[in-house]
């Protein structure tokens, strides 16, 4: 098993953690920045990586994603500036130590017209294909016994990272604990997947208890035509559907089982918002598509496969 791992997140994760600045007073300005050591960061990459390895059994060195300078989606976004939320955000002093570092120990790969997330995908889809073609094989092999092994049983690579966004992929997936977000533990997403509605619990006006749905997540496909609804300003500055949140977005699509009819649902909700503030729902739904959309592979000619709406499957 062969780790498919994020650097961007080590490079900023494991960078924060290379500094920190001198308490002060209360009422005073902030304290001095205090820069640690590589070697203190080293050791936590070393075990960051082999914590990685042993949750998800690897039998091979993990393979390291970094995202270069060139990305199709600041080009795409038209309706609001792509990650323009992360114009001040300053990189770790450890920052280039880290992808140095890395790349002297392990095979690691830079991206160059997209993000090392549509790089990891990419990856994985191919190990996907070569599973199917195999799994095909042994089933027909034992069919007559009556037994088919799963299809995870001939994958061997496994998307490693906390950026929620890759879990639209098919195939095996983990994430590791970091502050409060919880592990991802070692999983197969299926094409489909799921949506993962959490509920809490609030009084309400007559001191009721209700229910009322705090956070949405979830894995392939569905995931993905739940961002197109909601959109992801908080990481990427992505609006989705103007006025669908996490609620709506639960509700409209819950109960359905095919990509088409969660393409069609997200099609006429996307229609009746644009048609009353007169905007080409067309235009804006495929705009959000491509930028929210993992590209899962490239043509003949090296370029990237971009997402489109599924054919009718009736």
């Known amino acids: 098993m062969t780790p498919l791992t ?33 070697e203190f960061v080293q050791k936590l990459i070393d075990g960051r990586i082999e914590e990685i390895c042993d949750a998800v059994g690897a039998t091979e060195d993990p393979i390291f994603f ?10 795409v976004a038209k309706t609001s500036p792509y990650k323009g939320n992360r114009k001040d955000v300053v990189k770790p002093y450890h920052h280039k130590n880290i992808k140095i570092y890395l790349e002297s ?24 294909h070569v599973a199917e073609g195999l799994h095909a094989t042994a089933c027909w092999e034992v069919e007559e016994g009556g037994l088919e092994p799963p299809l995870d049983h001939f994958c061997t ?67 993905f035509y739940a961002q197109l ?12 559907c103007p006025g669908i949140g996490k609620v709506k977005a639960y509700e409209y699509l819950k109960n359905f089982d095919t990509e088409y009819d969660l393409y069609s649902a997200c099609a006429d909700i996307y229609k009746e918002v644009c048609r009353k503030k007169e905007i080409d729902y067309k235009e ?31």
């Open 66 to 75: 970094f995202t270069g300078k060139g990305n199709f989606r600041f080009e």
């Open 157 to 223: 690579t496994v998307i490693c990272t906390r950026d929620k966004d890759l879990r639209m992929c098919p195939g095996l997936h983990y994430g590791w604990e970091c502050g409060l977000q919880p592990e991802f533990q070692l999983q197969w997403v299926t094409e489909l997947g799921d949506l993962r509605p959490k509920f809490k619990t609030k009084l309400n006006k007559k001191g009721e208890e209700v229910e009322y749905l705090d956070k949405l997540d979830g894995t392939g496909i569905r995931w």
């Open 105 to 128: 120990m392990y095979e690691c790969h830079t991206s160059t017209d997209c993000e090392a997330d549509d790089e990891i995908v990419m990856a994985q889809m191919a190990d996907m």
């Open 229 to 240: 609804l909601m959109g992801d300003m908080s990481t990427d500055n992505i609006p989705g």
């Open 284 to 314: 804006l739904l495929l705009e959000q598509a491509y930028l929210l959309w993992m590209v899962r592979g490239r043509d003949a000619n090296n370029q990237l496969i971009m997402w489109e709406p599924p054919l009718c499957q009736k």
């Open 6 to 38: 994020d650097g961007d997140i080590f490079l900023y994760e494991l960078g924060a953690c290379g500094e920190y600045y001198e308490p002060v007073e209360e009422g005073e300005e902030k304290g001095e920045l205090i820069i640690r050591s590589f």
